[in-house]
C-alpha cells in the first residue's frame, strides 16, 4: 500500500471513531458543553461588539461637531480677513486715484504755465 492510502485510511478510521463517540452519551454530554460554552462567548462577543460599536458611533459624533465646529472658526476667520483684504484694498485704491487726481492738477498747471508763457513770448516777438 502506498503512503497516501494508508493516511486516508487513517483518516477515514479516526473520523469513524470520532463520530462514533460524539454519538455516545460521553459525546452528547460533551457536545452540550461545548454548546454552551459556544453561547456563553458569543453572548460575550457580542456584548463586547455592541459596546465597541457604541463607542466608535459617540467617537464619530464627537469628530463631527468638532469638524463642524472648526468650520464654523475657519470660515469665520475667512470672512474677517476677506473684509481686512478688502478694507485694505479699498484705502490703496483712494491713495491712488488720490495721487493720480494730485499728478493730474500739477500737470495742468504746468501746462497752463507753459501755455502763458509760450503765449508771452509770441506777444513779445511780435
Known amino acids: 500500500m502506498s503512503k497516501q492510502r494508508r493516511i486516508f485510511g487513517l483518516g477515514l478510521l479516526t473520523g469513524a471513531a470520532i463520530g462514533f ?9 460533551f457536545r452540550a458543553d461545548v454548546s454552551k460554552v459556544a453561547g456563553e462567548y ?5 456584548a463586547i461588539a455592541k459596546e465597541n460599536a ?7 459624533s464627537t469628530a463631527m461637531e468638532d469638524g ?26 483712494d491713495e491712488v486715484a488720490e495721487k493720480l487726481e494730485t499728478g ?5 498747471q504746468r501746462v497752463q504755465g507753459n ?12
Open 42 to 46: 458569543s453572548e460575550e462577543l457580542s
Open 68 to 93: 463642524q465646529n472648526w468650520l464654523s472658526s475657519t470660515k469665520g476667520k475667512v470672512k474677517t480677513s476677506i473684509h481686512e483684504l478688502a478694507d485694505t484694498a479699498e484705502h490703496t485704491v
Open 104 to 108: 493730474l492738477e500739477k500737470a495742468r
Open 54 to 60: 457604541r463607542k466608535l458611533s459617540s467617537n464619530l
Open 115 to 126: 501755455t502763458v508763457k509760450l503765449t508771452n513770448g509770441k506777444e513779445n516777438k511780435v
Open 21 to 29: 463517540w460524539l454519538n455516545s452519551e460521553k459525546g452528547k454530554a
